[in-house]
């Protein structure tokens, strides 16, 4: 899979919403957008994918652009809990999940 | 089930010895993935096994790694006459066949130091 683009952290208050943006330019009409986050000392745990459509569960909000080549993870009300290190990435469905360096988010009081 | 079990969580051993660690995957899982991250980096792909069957291996998977998975359930990782650069976290992961990257779960990983 292709590399993406992430800032190296961000930082927000607590139950304030955080707008994680990733771009992904080189991606391909077939693959895939997916996050994942890893807090500290654990596994990586995934949170969403998406392909074209805008994508909602009960962890966050995915919006992708039109064209496709950027896309923004939304926490809508972010807790201490959410303090993590966040990976964007893109794929096909066969394909193995790889990470990048990803997003390192700071939740404060 | 528990989700993905890794043993032991932390292992410090002397440069030049052998270590092995394990991971049970969630049970209905068919592949199951082995990653190593170090300090400030992403979790970086070793080898993936479905079933028993070992299909992709890393180029950062040198001669002294092995991973089996014999009977298609647990895996395990050996390390052999280790250096202190295999100093690291490596984490397992297991998911379904043709659920893409989406499906995976993590293990929390065996924190490894070579002293």
């Known amino acids: 899979d292709a590399k993406t683009t992430q800032p190296t952290s961000m930082d927000c208050a607590e139950g304030r919403a955080a707008n994680l943006p990733c771009n992904h330019s080189t991606i391909s009409g077939n693959e895939y957008v997916y996050w994942y986050r890893q807090i500290h000392s654990q596994g990586p745990q995934y949170i969403i994918h998406g392909l074209k459509n805008n994508e909602t569960n009960e962890m966050a909000s995915l919006i992708i652009t039109e064209d496709r080549k950027s896309s923004t993870l939304i926490l809508p009300h972010a807790t201490l809990r959410d303090t993590a290190v966040y990976y964007c990435r893109h794929t096909g469905t066969a394909s193995k999940l790889t990470f990048g360096t990803g997003t390192r988010l700071q939740v404060t009081l | 089930d528990t989700g993905v079990s890794q043993d032991p969580r932390h292992k410090i051993t002397k440069r030049g010895q052998n270590v092995t660690f394990r991971c049970d995957p969630i049970?209905?899982?068919?592949?199951l993935y082995w990653y190593r991250q170090t300090l400030g980096q992403g979790p970086e792909f070793l080898t993936y096994?479905?079933?028993?069957?070992?299909?992709?291996k890393s180029r950062l998977l040198s001669d002294r790694f092995s991973a089996e998975r014999p009977k298609g359930s647990f895996s395990t990782l050996e390390i052999q006459r280790t250096e202190q650069g295999d100093s690291a976290m490596y984490l397992c992961a297991s998911s379904l066949a043709g659920k893409g990257p989406y499906g995976y779960t993590f293990g929390s990983g065996t924190r490894l130091t070579v002293v």
């Open positions: 096994f479905q079933n028993e069957a070992q299909l992709e």
């Open positions: 049970s209905e899982h068919n592949r």
